[in-house]
């Protein structure tokens, strides 16, 4: 296996948890939801900072609003009130086709299922989001390559997904979401459908690659053993967010 540490540092800038401005800030989120004639309230006014190179968990039970506090965070819905700041940007005054070159370009998505397209190899599903981004095939394969050698699957290349194991997809998941350099990085459950020691070797190489790369990452768990090994826990209780110690 080559270096992995200096491609990782390649992605980013090698100078994880600086203090300074946020990658990722939500300021009086609500998110409210109207069914016939009543209204759920299911974020209440979220307030949340996330710094280069740290990694926050968010905890909580199911049906407490981790995805949906996922959802807005990454653009994928807007907030009922309130204001996503990304890289400093105020996503809200951003056009529909800006915050979708924002969501290209600086968020990472992983959820728990890995959702690799399964007709193409691990490399390919790593190349796609370079490919869509802009990268000539060559740059995109480069990259693909070198991403998936520094998760120790450089043998694993040219295997579709039904070939690779839980663990092995989930990896691949991993650094198709950092390909394109993001400044964000948000996990839902990243590692809920993988037994407990495949878990800890996907959580263990995703902890890797915040630190070094000074991405800022939001992960949703259930798995508090893990929740307690990022650098912050967030607790979702009644629509608020509670610091845990």
Known sequence: ?????????????GTPGQIGAPALELIGLRRRFTQVASTIDVLKGIDLRIVPGEMVALVGP????????????????????????????DCGKLSERDQT?????????????????????ARENVMLPQLINGLSRSEARDRADQLLDMVGLSDRTEH???????????????????????????????????????????????????????????????NHDLARRMDRILELRDGRVVSVE
């Open 160 to 222: 579709r997904p039904a070939k690779l194991s839980g663990g092995e997809q989930q990896r691949v998941a991993i650094v198709r979401a950092i390909a394109n350099v993001p400044k964000v990085l948000l996990a839902d459950e990243p590692t809920g459908n993988l037994d407990p020691s495949t878990a800890e070797n996907v959580f263990s190489q995703l902890r890797r690659i915040v630190q070094q790369t000074g991405i800022a990452a939001l992960v949703a768990t259930h």
């Open 1 to 13: 296996m080559s270096d992995s540490r200096s491609e990782i540092e390649r992605l980013g800038d």
């Open 101 to 121: 070159r924002l969501r290209r370009d600086r968020i990472g998505f992983i959820y728990q299922f890995h959702h690799l397209l399964p007709e193409f190899s």
């Open 62 to 89: 199911s049906g407490s609003g981790k995805s949906t506090l996922l959802q807005i965070a990454g653009l994928l819905e807007p907030p009922s009130e309130g204001r996503v700041v990304i890289d400093g940007k």
